[in-house]
Each structure stands twice: as C-alpha cells, then as structure tokens.
C-alpha cells in the first residue's frame, strides 16, 4: 500500500465550478498536510499547509484534513483557467525528515 | 529574493553515458533536496543534505547516482551510467529550517531539468 494515494485525474471542470481534490494516506504518524501546486514545466510552489484536523481557509482556497479517516482535501471556489495545473498533497511525519508527494492530480478549468 | 536556479533545463543523453546537474539554493537555505519526479508520478526524494552533510539518501541509487553539496551551498547531481528509466524532471528544492524542524518548512523548488535517456 503507497503512503499517500492520490487520483491522477484528469479533472476537468467550467470556469466558476467548485473543485474538490482529495488524498488518502496510510500511517497516522502523519502529522503534516500539504498541497503544492505545479504548472507545467514548472517545479511545485506551496498553497497550503496544515497540521490539525478541520478546515483552513485562504481566499478560494480550504484545505481540510480528517484525521480518523486519513483523509485530506482541497477545495477550489470559484475556479479559474489560471488554476489549471497538477495539485500534489503532500504528508510529513512530526519532526520527520522527509516529505512524501501524491501522484499529483491534473486539473483543467475550461473558460 | 532569487529563487532556486537549476542548470541546465533539458538534456538529452545516450543510455550508459553520464550527466551531471546543478542547483544554486535560495542564498542563507540550511536544507536542499534532489527529487526525482517521473511523468505522472510525484516527486521523490533522492537525498536531503542540511548544509552540506546527508540528511537521507535512503532512496538514492547509490550504484550511479551521487550528490554533493560543497560548502553547504551549491549541489550537483550525477548519474553515471544512465538508464533509460533514469528519464524524469530533476528537481532541487530548498527550505531555511533544519530538517526534522518541530513544524513544516516550506520547500522552494526550482524549475528542475527534464532528462531524457535514449
């Protein structure tokens, strides 16, 4: 079993759609949630982190972890061609030193 | 702020032969990562160094991969003799807390080099 599962999609969704992008992980050592966002030809740069189970906003964006499922999401509001890319979620074990990527999910946002 | 520089950005090579890349980290950046990144997969961790002594090079394929980061600065990172599985985007990431931090740092990635291996 992969320590991080994550949909490859494609995803592809009309401008102004809310976006739901969704990851599963294995080990409850887990205590970091990330999402990276990468266009193409670019390296990943970070959207969000979290670190508790519940919801962190920041403008469209909400990251949301649930903990006792191991299941963490982000949510995109009203959706723009401009955030069409691969969103990566990434976990970290507490004082870990290492960071493990989902397989990325590709996201299209027709205008 | 200059972000993360990675040299060059394509390379193409025969299979066997060797190749070399390059990273110049965000100036003052304690931590760089080589990550190996696979089409459709996500990145994964090659080796971590924290200034210039190995964090993890645990997923590293010792047998023809090797890093170096001199003077806890710049880093290349070789492969020799390619294979053709060895075709991915090389990226090279940075953060300014030391690995294994009480919280998350944030990893800055440079453009990475797309190598193909024929």
């Known amino acids: 079993q992969k320590e991080v599962e994550q949909d490859p999609g494609p995803l592809s969704v009309p401008e102004g759609a809310i976006v739901s992008l969704n990851c599963t992980y294995s080990n409850s050592a887990f205590q970091y949630f990330m999402w990276y966002r990468q266009y193409s030809r670019k390296g990943p740069e970070l959207l969000m982190y979290t670190y508790s189970s519940g919801n962190k906003e920041d403008g469209r964006f909400t990251a949301q972890v649930d903990k006792s499922s191991k299941y963490i999401s982000l949510f995109i509001r009203d959706s723009q061609p401009s955030d069409s890319a691969t969103y990566l979620c990434?976990?970290?074990?507490?004082?870990?030193?290492?960071?493990?990527f989902g397989a990325g999910t590709r996201l299209f946002v027709k205008a | 702020e200059a972000g993360v520089a990675q040299s060059p950005r394509y390379k193409i090579i025969e299979k066997r032969q060797s190749v070399a890349f390059w990273c110049n980290p965000i100036?003052?950046?304690?931590?760089l990562y080589w990550y190996q990144q696979i089409l459709g997969q996500g990145p994964k961790l090659l080796i971590q160094f924290q200034n210039n002594g190995v964090v993890d090079d645990s997923q590293l394929p010792k047998d023809r991969f090797s890093a170096e980061r001199l003077k806890g600065v710049d880093s290349t990172l070789k492969i020799q003799p390619a294979k053709l599985e060895d075709s991915a985007v090389y990226l090279c990431?940075?953060?300014?807390?030391?690995?294994?931090?009480?919280?998350?740092?944030?990893?800055?990635f440079g453009p990475g080099t797309r190598l193909t291996v024929l």
């Open positions: 990431a940075s953060s300014s807390l030391p690995s294994g931090g009480s919280t998350t740092d944030t990893q800055y």
């Open positions: 990434a976990i970290r074990e507490t004082g870990g030193f290492k960071t493990i």
């Open positions: 100036s003052g950046h304690a931590t």
